[in-house]
């Protein structure tokens, strides 16, 4: 009440109240606080125009209307309450007297686009798309020295996905309207959209000319240069926007993008920090590290990003999402469930609420429950790749593996995606069709080429099927086109390794670890590579215990862990390895060699001799054979 003390006679004090209490909640006391308001001033306009706010949001709709009306009678030259009497009409599906409340503010402010625009979208909604496309063509003729007004026709085609004509626009736009910089830079970006990449290019170049500070520009053409597969171009681009503008969080964000893309995620989380530092309620960071810390495994780290961004966007479906992640990862299906449940309350229309809910359901064998939850996704969105993939998982458990491969391949034939015919491939990895597998990952690979899981599919199955060389250019190809996953740079790592190139093998292992630090496989084989070429064994020992803890059984990261033990002088902590490696592939040449070296080493001699002469017998013919038949004769 200190407002109104202190200005009891003030129109605007009882107007700043009314929004004050709507705000909270009370609708009661905002209503009687706009009804006192327009006592005051009866003749205002603008008090007439809050009552009808407060009304609406009351569901008085007629007392609504009422006082737009006395708005109108007001101040009948005021554009802007036919705007409001228009947006009302439009909100209660009253169409035509949307329409005709909207003429009326063009006709008395032809200067405004804003009311040109809201009639645009009037005849959008009323699926009259042609009719909105007149009024935009008018708006760019009788407002061509407003930018916001000739812009709104070009971006009208693009909102309606129609991404040529929207190129097009521009490109006149451009031509007319050349020194204004954000027609150029929305040219560029939809040039680059539309994959015109050198000319989209061009055009940052342009912009920086003018202004070599444009950090929408470089940020821009960072983004392209990603595109090409220029990761680490794309970086140092991103570097020089950040020089530009150190204090701009977006540009730490797109920076951190950058690095993720470059492979150095832990740099990459450093930027979206430094992003939260700047602007603490940046949601895209917080969705970023969440994102970063689901594939770390870090589920506290997931939890506490997602709780932070549940707590300042409650309208975002993605923070309930993290948290129903973590919750699930915690074991805590009651808080996935809730969680879940919060995602489909925000998000009602997609089908991933449920979906997820499905996957709870399957987690607590509720096989029936969750079948109706993943079709209640399907319901909202036929393509849904979630609600699809537990749809099929819920036949297969089951047993009903041709029901689940013709559930989707239904949908793959009617509705195409890059995702569903990947799962239609795993489908059939599962039922042992291999060619029909290799046939639905080559579909998904058409949709998007740039999809990694198909892409490591069709690596395995052609390997399996001995086409080496098939395989290998397979990732090569992934590789040179910027792939960010993991599994396809160690699998290029594995088969530059097969053909001697291990400088390389060894830069593509240091890649997959930059996207996925624990990733196992990498670590063992970079490990090796640095024991057998005289790299740093102290390093070696580092990553081999990392491939260890991600493949405690393995025999290979026993043998690595051992063999970079034995290069620090751990050689009894090399000789338990071994031994246990050795019993599990009694017939593996290279552990009996390496246990026969770690024996001469405790000198016991007469088991090193025999391991070395297993190893000699198990690959007479291998790189090492001379190397083992001398220490032999030497013991």
């Keep these: 009440m200190d407002i109104l003390s202190q200005h009891p006679d003030s129109t605007r004090a ?21 009804t006192k308001a327009v006592e005051m001033t009866p003749g205002e306009a603008i008090t007439h125009v809050n009552l009808s706010v407060m009304q609406e949001r009351s569901k008085d709709l007629a007392a609504a209307e009422a006082s737009l009306m006395k708005a109108a009678e007001v101040d009948p030259k005021s554009s802007m309450v036919q705007i409001a009497l228009g947006s009302f009409y439009q909100r209660r599906q009253r169409l035509t007297d949307s329409e005709a409340a909207m003429k009326k503010a063009i006709e008395l402010d032809p200067k405004n686009p804003l009311p040109r625009g809201l009639l645009a979208l009037i ?34 085609y693009v909102r309606r996905g129609n991404l040529e004509k929207g190129v097009e626009e521009f490109a006149s736009l451009h031509k007319e309207h050349g020194k204004e910089t954000g027609v150029t830079l929305t040219y560029a970006e939809l040039l680059a959209a539309a994959k015109r990449f050198d ?24 983004k392209i240069e990603a595109a090409q597969g220029k990761t680490n171009d794309a970086l140092e681009t991103m570097k020089t926007a950040l020089k530009a503008t150190p204090t701009d969080p977006r540009v730490h964000f797109d920076l951190g993008l950058a690095y993720h893309n470059a492979g150095n995620a832990p740099q990459a989380k450093v930027e979206w920090q430094s992003a ?17 810390a689901v594939r770390e495994n870090d589920m506290k780290g997931v939890q506490s990003y997602a709780a932070q961004l549940t707590a300042i966007r409650p309208d975002l479906p993605q923070g309930y999402l993290y948290a129903g992640t973590a919750a699930a990862g915690l074991g805590d299906l009651a808080g996935a469930e809730k969680n879940y449940e919060a995602l489909v309350q925000v998000a009602p229309t997609n089908a991933l609420g449920y979906a ?54 239904s949908v793959v034939e009617s509705s195409p995606t890059s995702a569903n015919a990947t799962l239609l491939g795993k489908l059939y990895i599962e039922n042992k069709q291999a060619n029909l597998a290799e046939t639905a990952l080559q579909k998904a690979r058409e949709l998007d080429a740039k999809n990694a899981d198909a892409t490591y599919l069709l690596y395995q199955l052609k390997l399996a099927r001995g086409a080496k060389d098939e395989a290998y250019g397979l990732v090569a190809e992934a590789v040179k086109d ?57 390093l070696a020992l580092s990553l081999a215990q990392t491939a260890r803890r991600g493949m405690p059984k393995a025999g290979a990261t026993a043998d ?37 070296l770690t024996y001469l080493k405790l000198n016991q001699g007469a088991r090193g001799k025999a391991e070395l002469e297993k ?20 013991n």
């Design 199 to 222: 000319e989209a290019t061009a055009l940052t170049n342009e912009l920086t000319k003018a202004d070599a500070n444009n950090v929408q520009a470089i940020t821009l053409r960072s």
């Design 123 to 156: 005849f959008v909604k009323d699926n009259q798309a042609d009719r909105a496309e007149d009024v935009l063509q008018q708006a760019k003729k009788d407002l061509s020295d407003n930018p916001n007004g000739y812009r709104m026709l070009g971006e009208f």
């Design 14 to 34: 009882q107007l700043i109240l009314a929004n004050a209490d709507a705000a909270l909640g009370d609708l009661n006391a905002a209503t009687q606080e706009a």
């Design 615 to 634: 190893a000699l017998k198990l690959n007479p013919d291998g790189p090492k054979a001379e190397e083992i038949q001398d220490l032999i004769t030497k």
């Design 560 to 596: 690595t862990l051992a063999w970079a033990s034995y290069h620090v002088g751990a050689y009894d902590t090399a000789r338990k390895l071994l031994e246990d490696a050795a019993a599990g592939q009694p017939d593996n040449a290279t552990y009996h060699y390496h246990l026969g």
């Design 356 to 409: 997820k809910l499905g996957a709870v359901r399957v987690a607590q064998k509720r096989l029936d429950d969750a079948a109706k939850l993943f079709d209640e996704g399907l319901k909202r969105d036929p393509k849904s790749y979630d609600a699809l993939s537990g749809a099929a998982l819920v036949l297969l458990a089951k047993k009903r593996v041709p029901e689940a491969i013709a559930k989707v391949q």
């Design 482 to 538: 910027g792939t960010t996953d993991p599994r396809i740079y160690t699998v290029y790592g594995m088969g530059l390794e097969g053909r001697g190139d291990w400088q390389t093998a060894e830069s593509a292992y240091q890649k997959a670890l930059g996207f996925q630090p624990n990733d196992a496989m990498a670590a063992n084989n970079l490990a090796y590579l640095l024991l057998e070429h005289g790299g740093d064994a102290n």
């Design 276 to 292: 939260l530092k700047i602007r603490p309620r940046m949601a895209e960071a917080l969705e970023a590290l969440a994102g970063e």
